[in-house]
């Protein structure tokens, strides 16, 4: 995940613990525009959660 964001520039440029949604992040996000790094790892552990059953 963190290979994309930076990758993708995704990081906000002056709150580094904030990470900008791009076309494919916005579901991961629950279509918000941008999540702080915390909140990120809950959302993305919704999704992995979610998906090994």
């Given at each position: 995940?963190?290979?994309?964001?930076?990758?993708?520039?995704?990081?906000?440029?002056?709150?580094?613990?904030?990470?900008?949604?791009?076309?494919?992040?916005?579901?991961?996000?629950?279509?918000?525009?941008?999540?702080?790094?915390?909140?990120?790892?809950?959302l993305v552990a919704g999704h992995l959660t979610r998906n090994r059953a």
């Open positions: 995940m963190w290979d994309y964001i930076k990758a993708n520039g995704l990081q906000d440029k002056k709150n580094r613990t904030m990470i900008n949604a791009d076309h494919l992040l916005i579901a991961v996000f629950e279509g918000r525009l941008q999540v702080s790094m915390f909140d990120m790892t809950r």
